[in-house]
């Protein structure tokens, strides 16, 4: 009751307060699915996550940015967190790209580790795009579930900033960096950011490193370059799930085994822009990334560790993309290839067993592209587009020894009608691949079998409009079918994790958001339902099993009022419905968070928080008989100085 009276006030403040002109997210420019236009006029159910929205929010890092946003489920695995949409579950990190400036981080081994995504410093982005189910053409492989650019600033100018938190857990984080303008066509920046955290549970702690440097040169208004480098460096400890008996008593147990993990990730990417107009332009973007994981399990009792990883995985990429505008419309034609290698050597334990395990995958892929858009009359506008995609693996390791060719492709095609000047609707279809990770590849129960590329569809109706001048709705609903869908499973709980398709699935889903602005006050709310089942053995999803890991329902609502010019506050409440994970249905999740910031000066601001406010008791992970205690309510304080 506490949390709905508090959200009703909230509400209530909304409709008696005085409207002002603000920004609208439905003006702001995105650029994620190709071409620059505003949120009202791209025809796909993209959200927006503000550099102003940031800073009100005190979001200490991405993840926890994304939690907030009704579209996106954060999935909790032992090999870290996976930012879902559209359903994906567990695979969400082959059906999600995390792109950082347009470049993949997504690890080639499908775990979530290595990424560095929460290290990134939050003071460098200005904005993250969030595009639920699109951007197969542009993007290729693996995004059936969706897309998110983490977009840096890139300022030319003399600025800088240094900012610290520290929470109840005696975690400290601090992160700082700087540009510099050395002359007009020159600047140079760095940023750093360190964590040492302890975590809520008894035995968990890490500390990591993340270094970053840039390059920006301005040959001529037509020639632009950049290069930029960054290095992450991760230690971490944590403990398995306690048995629940254990928690009854203590909820910071420790669980019966510990793994220890040493991961580096280190990347350098340089661009290239022609711009010899202002109808075309022509970009090359070349990359290398290089991650290392060193770990293993340890177990107390038995005295000896229980697992062994040592991995090395390298990505070499070049982008080429042009982009042309023309009288009626605009066209991009690009090609990516991408050379990947994933190499390791370590020990599982199935059976009370030691299983030793030798990899050496690798995989190649060319894919061009082609999307064009087309303005068929002035409300009007058709966009179409077709990739295709060669890979080619080369497998060799104690699981498998093969080479092989792999095909695919893709396309999309989007009817968008502007049915007036602040009221869009469109009609999108988009055919998807995800073909097999070289580590999926080699992980088949059955030698005999090999698994076959996972194919999507997406058919979606969505529509946007203000339907007041202060109130901006996103409305989506969609119906999305896989064949040959990759699943993983474990036939020994405690033995190696293997990969199968398990045929047809479908999710059905709806997307909505809203933005509200009253004078000093802003709304944010939404919510996302996805019906996501599996073909039965009668071929009907009416008796299919209900899809793992997915929660039937999302919702948030946040807000942030402006007390004074120099002191403003916000709150944001989540809720999750249940779902079907390790077997169980775990229950229904509230959490609401609080948090304020004052500005000392202009260069100075203060913030404070609390997280969990009600102290909602919830698992982030939860099998029959053990699980992972969710935090309980903790606190917050934090500066941030720009100079």
Request: aromatic share 10%; with cysteine; charged share 25%.
């Amino acid at each position: 009751m506490k949390k709905l009276a508090i959200l009703s006030f909230l509400i209530c403040a909304s409709a008696v307060a005085n409207a002002q002109e603000s920004i609208h997210l439905g003006e702001t420019v995105v650029t994620s699915m190709g071409f620059e236009t505003t949120l009202l006029d791209e025809p796909t159910n993209i959200s927006i996550i503000t550099q102003e929205q940031i800073e009100e929010k005190n979001y200490k890092n991405v993840t926890e940015a994304l939690s907030d946003n009704p579209a996106i489920n954060i999935v909790r695995t032992k090999n870290g967190t996976a930012i879902d949409m559209r359903g994906s579950g567990e695979s969400a990190t082959s059906n999600v790209k995390i792109l950082v400036d347009g470049v993949a981080i997504n690890p080639l081994s499908n775990s979530p580790k290595g990424s560095g995504l929460d290290t990134i410093p939050m003071s460098i982005i200005e904005r993250i795009e969030i595009a639920p189910g699109g951007g197969a053409v542009l993007y290729g492989n693996g995004v059936s579930g969706g897309v998110v650019n983490i977009i840096t600033k890139s300022e030319f100018k003399n600025t800088g900033y240094i900012e610290g938190d520290y929470d109840s857990y005696n975690s400290k984080k601090i992160a700082t960096g700087a540009t510099a303008k050395v002359t007009d066509n020159l600047a140079v920046g760095v940023n750093y950011a360190g964590q040492n955290n302890r975590g809520y549970r008894k035995g968990n702690k890490g500390a990591n490193d993340y270094i970053d440097g840039n390059i920006q040169y301005k040959l001529s208004d037509k020639h632009k370059f950049s290069l930029k480098g960054s290095r992450f460096v991760e230690n971490e400890t944590t403990t398995s799930m306690p048995t629940k008996l254990q928690l009854e008593s203590d909820r910071r147990a420790k669980g019966s085994t510990y793994t220890e993990r040493n991961i580096t990730r280190e990347n350098l990417t340089g661009k290239y822009e022609y711009t010899p107009n202002k109808d075309f332009n022509f970009t090359t973007t070349l990359y290398t990334t290089k991650m290392y994981n060193d770990g293993h399990t340890y177990d107390p009792k038995k005295k000896k560790n229980t697992a062994e990883d040592d991995l090395q995985e390298t990505t070499n990429g070049v982008l080429l993309r042009a982009n042309q505008n023309y009288e009626n419309g605009s066209i991009i034609v690009g090609v990516d290839v991408i050379e990947g290698k994933h190499e390791g050597d370590g020990f599982s334990t199935s059976g009370g067993k030691s299983v030793p395990y030798v990899r050496d995958y690798k995989k190649d892929t060319i894919s061009p592209y082609i999307l064009n858009k087309y303005d068929l009359t002035e409300k009007l506008e058709f966009t179409a587009g077709f990739r295709y995609e060669w890979a080619d693996y080369d497998l060799a390791g104690t699981d498998v020894n093969r080479k092989f060719d792999e095909e695919n492709k893709s396309y999309e095609g989007v009817l968008s009608y502007k049915y007036r000047d602040t009221g869009n609707i469109f009609f999108r279809y988009e055919k998807g691949f995800m073909s097999p990770t070289p580590g999926q590849l080699g992980s088949v129960e059955d030698k005999s079998k090999t698994l076959q590329s996972e194919t999507s569809d997406t058919f979606e109706i969505g529509v946007k409009d203000y339907i007041t001048s202060n109130t901006f709705v996103s409305l989506t609903f969609y119906r999305l079918e896989k064949d040959n869908e990759i699943n993983s499973y474990k036939p020994d709980p405690e033995g190696p994790k293997y990969y199968d398709n398990i045929g047809k699935t479908r999710r059905n889903g709806i997307e909505f958001s809203m933005e509200n602005y009253f004078g000093n006050l802003t709304l944010t709310s939404g919510f996302n339902y996805i019906d996501a089942v599996a073909k039965s053995d009668t071929d009907d999803y009416s008796t299919g099993d209900r899809l793992t890991d997915i929660p039937r329902f999302k919702a948030s609502i946040g807000a942030n009022y402006k007390f004074t010019p120099k002191f403003d506050a916000n709150i944001s409440y989540r809720y999750t419905g249940d779902k079907i994970s390790k077997g169980i249905t775990t229950p229904v999740v509230n959490v609401t968070d609080i948090g304020m910031r004052y500005r000392v000066t202009e260069n100075l601001t203060l913030k404070a928080g609390i997280n969990n406010v009600f102290n909602e008791i919830y698992y982030t992970t939860e099998k029959t008989d053990s699980a992972t205690p969710a935090d309980e309510r903790n606190y917050y304080v934090g500066f941030k100085m720009t100079f």
